[in-house]
């Protein structure tokens, strides 16, 4: 049986939750309801409890809850949380990463897959700002339904209305349906974020990488079942699911934990690899009469080394950020590095740091232009790939 966690907003279309639970436990759902101080304006917790069959949750601020069902426990027991109705004011503090009541507390405190289904007048869901927070929690990977499109409560026309229960019951089929563990019995070493070369003990050269592509792809692995080493450089990231995580700053350091996690099935560099280092200084730096000129020396080229090393990985991804003649340049990086694939990205917009990115694909048969969508969604479907080449026989 499977178990939702279900967070009431407080909207007109709260009344739609009593039918949605009605169909969830209908289909062998477990549905528990957290109710927010607004959504009770409009569904009592009566009517959730009654027919959730279940206690209902709506305030952080209850000792008696607090010691029987912790709010951290309550979001990491379920399977999924659902959001219905999500108001364009609980979508935002959620975007913020808000923790102002038990609701929004929950949400920021799993990683259980959440799934909202918005309702809200017309305006408010087309205004720019909703639009944002809806683009920034499609990025950090939360499903947001398209809101129904009609007439509404409060009299106007157009997108905004709460989808159907039974469309929300469907996505909710859809986000839980198991995926198939492809990749088990595999590893694959996936590298990320930047490298930082010291310069002395204070100061060091780096790049704009956050890391949060090559995370994303780590975690998509995972859930396919792989087991993954993920090489990380100096992020702020928290370790995705299931990954084992190496952290290192320099590339010579990573250089040497990617020979250190070597055999792999697979190996994808997503890292950006700083191109040189320099010998740093023992100590700090003083100002002088002279400014000091950096003498730059090679790293070793991680992915060539891999490529053409003796413990090649069947399959070898290779990333090429560049910011211009994006395809030209990675064609001719797939080819002298040896890498099998190359994932294309132009980074000269918001790509580095940013929640999405658009992707070229090269392989030897050929050149592949993904849409912009979010890096969750670029890593499942790079993740997909990766299963596909290596169930093909050898
Ligand atoms: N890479 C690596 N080790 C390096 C430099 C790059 O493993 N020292 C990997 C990256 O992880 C990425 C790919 O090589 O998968 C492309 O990196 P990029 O910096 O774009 O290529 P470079 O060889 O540095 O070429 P250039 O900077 O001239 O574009």
Redesign the pocket.
Known sequence: MTRILLIVGGGIAAYKAAELIRLLKKRGHAVRCVLTDSGAHFVTPMTLAALSEDKVYTTLWDLKDEAEMGHIQLSREADLIVVAPATADLLARMAGGLANDLATTILLATDTPVLAAPAMNVRMWGHVATQRNVAQLRADGITVMEPDEGPMACGEFGPGRLPEPAAIAAAIEAALKPVARRLAGRHVLV?AGP?HEPIDPVRYLANRSSGRQGFAIAESLARLGARVTLVAGPVTLVTPPGVDRIDVET?RE??DA?ADALPADAA????????WHVAAAPQKMKKGAAVPVLQLA?????????AQGPDRPRLV??????TERVVE??VA?RI??Q?DW??ANDVSGDVMGGGANTVSLITADGIETWDRLPKPVVADRLAERIADALSDPV
């Open positions: 590298t490298t590339a990573m250089a990617v994808v560099m997503v890292a950006a690899v700083a191109d090679e790293n070793p080229d991680i992915l060539a080394r891999v991804v290779g990333f090429a950020a560049e340049h990675a990086k002298r590095k890498a190359i994932v």
